[in-house]
């Protein structure tokens, strides 16, 4: 399966490193894998990282026999294995998305000086799990553990908008009749094409709100990164440029989840 020559060649310069260069080749192989491979061939491996073939043999066996990929076919096609499962798991169970989103909010607080929140999913509701409120004199906040349904304010519709929902199940997150369900989903699309939600005046007289989704590592919405503050002080111009911050922090706090997509 290996050249010998070049495979003795590789392990004695891992060896001369202590080792660490092979965990570094490991590692750029599992790195490697995307969200949706389901069997990648040695060719279109050998695209991704920039290892040789013996190289990329000799640790592809190692990482089989250690349960962090699999392999079926012939020729062979390769994907994560249950070892990354594991670690996955244990990474995941160790964590809050609170703690996780504390930096990006803190960045976002900083710079905008408005009240920023951290909504997640719980059904056909968004729940607040996290805030940090606006020190200035007129200014809104909703408070940790406050509930609102999916189809109310920018909060719960960043997070609708990414989920597999048809307007005929509109109902149950929501929506009040048909035209009620046809508006919201033509509200849902411009989420999508912006990559964003606003609002103004919907739950709160004279409150703004700018909120984008965050996803976990295997794509699916979790919840999303919000922003509030009164009309007076949030022009449509400022709006547009903390629409521009918000996402910035939602795109860092899902790739802080593991996430490697795009929301848009």
């Not at 059904?123 to 799990?129: D, T």
């Not at 004199?137 to 909060?155: D, K, M, N």
Request: charge should be positive; hydrophobic fraction near 40%; glycine fraction near 10%.
């Amino acid at each position: 399966m290996t050249s010998p020559k070049n495979a003795a060649a590789d392990a004695a310069e891992d060896k001369s490193e202590g080792g660490v260069r092979a965990v570094q080749r490991a590692l750029d192989i599992l790195l490697a894998f995307k969200p949706g491979d389901d069997g990648v061939p040695v060719a279109e491996l050998l695209k991704r990282v920039d290892l040789s073939r013996p190289t990329l043999y000799r640790l592809l066996d190692t990482l089989s026999a250690k349960g962090f990929l699999s392999a079926q076919g012939e020729p062979q096609r390769f994907k994560l294995g249950p070892a990354v499962g594991r670690l996955a798991h244990a990474w995941s169970a160790g964590m809050s998305y609170e703690t996780v989103a504390l930096p990006m909010m803190r960045r976002l607080w900083e710079r905008t000086r408005e009240t920023v929140s951290l909504h997640v999913q719980e059904g056909a509701y968004r729940v607040c799990v996290a805030e940090m409120p606006s020190t200035q004199p007129l200014s809104f906040r909703r408070g940790v553990g406050y509930r609102e349904q999916l189809t109310r304010g920018a909060s719960g519709r960043s997070i609708l908008a990414w989920l597999p929902v048809k307007v005929g199940e509109l109902s149950a997150y929501g929506a009040e009749g048909s035209a009620d369900a046809k508006r919201i989903m033509a509200q849902l699309e411009q989420v999508r094409a912006a990559g964003h939600a606003t609002s103004r005046d919907e739950l709160i007289q004279g409150a703004v709100a700018i909120a984008a989704p965050f996803f976990e590592s295997g794509g699916r919405v979790v919840g999303s990164l919000g922003l509030f503050g009164p009309s007076a002080r949030l022009s449509e111009a400022l709006v547009k440029d903390y629409a521009a911050l918000v996402q910035e922090e939602a795109q860092a706090l899902s790739a802080a989840l593991g996430f490697t997509g795009h929301s848009g």
